[in-house]
């Protein structure tokens, strides 16, 4: 079935072969398992918030079509890598799956017919999706003209603030309009209150060890890792540019403090919050559940506004984080993409169903004619009555593209590191960025000669 490979001449290496080996063994159970099921749809997620979401959902869809099963499974963190193994074998992989933003290019390798994701454009198209949604979202699911994902998410980012606290420091963080009045701002709100010589409350907390918060006012800037040709353009001016305005935010203006544990929504950064150390935070919609869920007793202490814009009249928010939802071509193969694609909708364009998502996570939905719904106008307790979902569909038309590329997961992790050693003052931004693209350009020079053009 299967020719004699070694790892040099296995497309992603050693380590994917290896686990292809173990998912063709573990395969055997999941294609007798689906047999035992009967006719259905497999639908792989790999978020619990989806999961628990869609566990409401499909009994209705299922009640719509009558005979119809859809086999909902949560693999968690290993999801990506099943469907990876799953792709490469052309064996196992689900019907519908969704795929995380940062790890889309990881199945994108590869001569573009090759791609194990059948191309949406022509549907999309032909039923008038376009206009009814907000286009720049598809740039992450899409890739040589082609669109193999739908968007969960448009992830539109505001900034959350203290707002007594910046009051306390004689701030009106209202009248902010760019990112050059929030370090002025920012100057006055940090402060060493008990004059023991260190810094008790920040204007603003970033990431340091990730790429989160740089790569969130890069986007806002027209910028990113990857053109719309797929060209790296993470060496540009512009990119260097950023990158030293966030380092200057800790080394030069003093105005931003590390996150607290492994990321924004570490237990730390959260105690952090409450002691009043953190006065600010760039939040996308999802991260606005979070903070409710994990800290309800802040409520009322929060507002929010949009980004501080690089200039005045400059876009004013960004996007971060993403998950789309694909059809596979071995559901087209077993026939069932068609009964795939009207699941993909009610899934993801049912009104009510949008309107419950946002009620549970803060999630704006891409699908223009659900904003009108009364929720995205009501007042929210938390942000002391604010009309947040308003704030958020307002922004929505707003949201950058963010371009694609095979090699974006590797880029990534060695953006990470770019980063870190900037703003810890090892590497000058500029150095930092033209080693890491020309990394980048020599790992796909060499993948080209191995493969060809992909």
């Given at each position: 079935?299967?020719k004699?490979?070694?790892?040099?001449?296995?497309?992603?290496?050693?380590?994917?072969?290896?686990?292809?080996?173990?998912?063709?063994?573990?395969?055997?159970?999941?294609?007798?398992?689906?047999s035992e099921?009967?006719?259905?749809?497999?639908?792989?997620?790999?978020?619990?918030?989806?999961?628990?979401?869609?566990?409401a959902?499909v009994p209705?869809?299922?009640?719509q079509?009558?005979?119809?099963?859809v086999?909902l499974?949560?693999?968690?963190?290993?999801?990506?890598?099943?469907?990876?193994?799953?792709?490469?074998?052309?064996f196992?992989?689900?019907?519908?799956?969704?795929?995380?933003?940062?790890?889309?290019?990881?199945?994108?390798?590869?001569?573009?017919?090759?791609?194990?994701?059948i191309?949406?454009?022509?549907?999309?198209?032909?039923?008038?999706?376009?206009?009814?949604?907000?286009?720049s979202?598809?740039?992450?699911?899409?890739?040589?003209?082609?669109i193999f994902?739908?968007?969960?998410?448009?992830?539109?980012?505001?900034?959350?603030?203290?707002?007594?606290?910046?009051?306390?420091?004689?701030?009106?963080?209202?009248?902010?309009?760019?990112?050059?009045?929030?370090?002025?701002?920012g100057?006055?709100?940090t402060?060493?209150?008990?004059?023991?010589?260190?810094?008790?409350?920040?204007?603003?907390?970033?990431?340091?060890?990730?790429?989160?918060?740089?790569?969130?006012?890069?986007?806002?800037?027209?910028?990113g890792f990857?053109?719309?040709?797929?060209?790296?353009?993470?060496?540009?001016?512009?990119a260097?540019?950023?990158?030293?305005?966030v380092?200057?935010?800790?080394?030069?203006h003093?105005?931003a403090?590390?996150?607290?544990?492994?990321?924004?929504?570490?237990?730390?950064?959260?105690?952090?919050?409450?002691?009043?150390?953190?006065?600010?935070?760039?939040?996308?919609?999802?991260?606005v559940?979070?903070l409710?869920?994990?800290?309800?007793?802040?409520?009322?202490?929060?507002?929010?506004?949009?980004?501080?814009?690089?200039?005045?009249?400059q876009?004013?928010?960004?996007?971060?984080?993403?998950?789309?939802?694909?059809i596979t071509?071995q559901s087209?193969?077993?026939?069932?993409?068609?009964?795939?694609?009207?699941f993909l909708?009610?899934?993801?364009?049912?009104?009510?169903?949008?309107v419950?998502r946002?009620?549970?996570?803060?999630?704006i939905?891409?699908?223009k004619?659900?904003?009108d719904?009364?929720?995205?106008?009501?007042?929210d307790?938390?942000?002391?009555?604010?009309?947040?979902?308003?704030l958020?569909?307002?922004?929505?038309?707003?949201i950058?593209?963010?371009?694609?590329?095979?090699?974006?997961?590797?880029?990534?992790?060695?953006?990470?590191?770019?980063?870190?050693?900037?703003?810890?003052?090892?590497?000058?931004?500029?150095?930092?960025?033209?080693?890491?693209?020309?990394?980048?350009?020599?790992?796909m020079?060499?993948?080209?000669?191995?493969?060809?053009?992909?």
């Amino acid at each position: 079935m299967f020719k004699s490979i070694d790892s040099e001449s296995f497309p992603l290496g050693k380590g994917p072969m290896v686990m292809l080996i173990l998912f063709l063994i573990s395969t055997v159970f999941i294609l007798a398992r689906s047999s035992e099921r009967g006719e259905g749809l497999e639908f792989w997620v790999f978020a619990s918030t989806h999961f628990e979401e869609y566990q409401a959902r499909v009994p209705i869809f299922e009640a719509q079509h009558p005979g119809v099963k859809v086999h909902l499974t949560n693999f968690g963190n290993s999801m990506h890598d099943k469907l990876l193994t799953a792709m490469l074998s052309n064996f196992g992989a689900p019907d519908l799956v969704e795929v995380e933003i940062t790890s889309i290019g990881r199945f994108l390798k590869g001569a573009i017919d090759e791609v194990g994701f059948i191309n949406l454009r022509p549907r999309l198209e032909s039923e008038g999706w376009m206009e009814k949604l907000v286009v720049s979202r598809f740039t992450p699911w899409s890739y040589r003209e082609r669109i193999f994902g739908i968007p969960h998410d448009l992830h539109p980012v505001v900034l959350l603030y203290r707002d007594d606290l910046f009051k306390a420091a004689g701030v009106d963080l209202t009248q902010v309009e760019t990112w050059a009045d929030f370090i002025e701002a920012g100057k006055k709100a940090t402060r060493d209150l008990d004059g023991d010589g260190a810094i008790d409350q920040y204007a603003i907390v970033l990431d340091r060890r990730t790429s989160s918060d740089f790569f969130n006012i890069l986007l806002q800037r027209d910028g990113g890792f990857f053109d719309q040709d797929g060209n790296i353009i993470i060496d540009s001016e512009l990119a260097i540019e950023t990158l030293e305005f966030v380092a200057d935010m800790f080394n030069k203006h003093q105005i931003a403090t590390p996150v607290y544990g492994t990321w924004h929504g570490d237990p730390s950064n959260f105690a952090a919050m409450q002691e009043g150390r953190i006065l600010s935070i760039m939040a996308p919609d999802w991260y606005v559940g979070i903070l409710k869920s994990q800290v309800p007793q802040m409520s009322g202490k929060w507002r929010a506004i949009s980004m501080p814009a690089w200039e005045i009249g400059q876009r004013r928010t960004t996007t971060r984080g993403g998950t789309m939802i694909g059809i596979t071509k071995q559901s087209e193969t077993r026939k069932k993409e068609k009964l795939a694609w009207e699941f993909l909708k009610f899934i993801y364009f049912d009104r009510q169903g949008l309107v419950n998502r946002y009620d549970k996570t803060r999630i704006i939905p891409p699908l223009k004619a659900a904003w009108d719904a009364p929720i995205f106008s009501e007042p929210d307790p938390y942000l002391g009555g604010q009309q947040l979902g308003k704030l958020f569909t307002k922004l929505a038309s707003e949201i950058p593209a963010r371009y694609q590329n095979p090699y974006w997961s590797e880029a990534d992790d060695l953006l990470n590191d770019a980063v870190f050693a900037v703003i810890t003052q090892k590497q000058t931004a500029e150095v930092a960025l033209r080693e890491l693209a020309e990394k980048v350009r020599a790992l796909m020079r060499k993948d080209q000669q191995r493969w060809g053009e992909m």
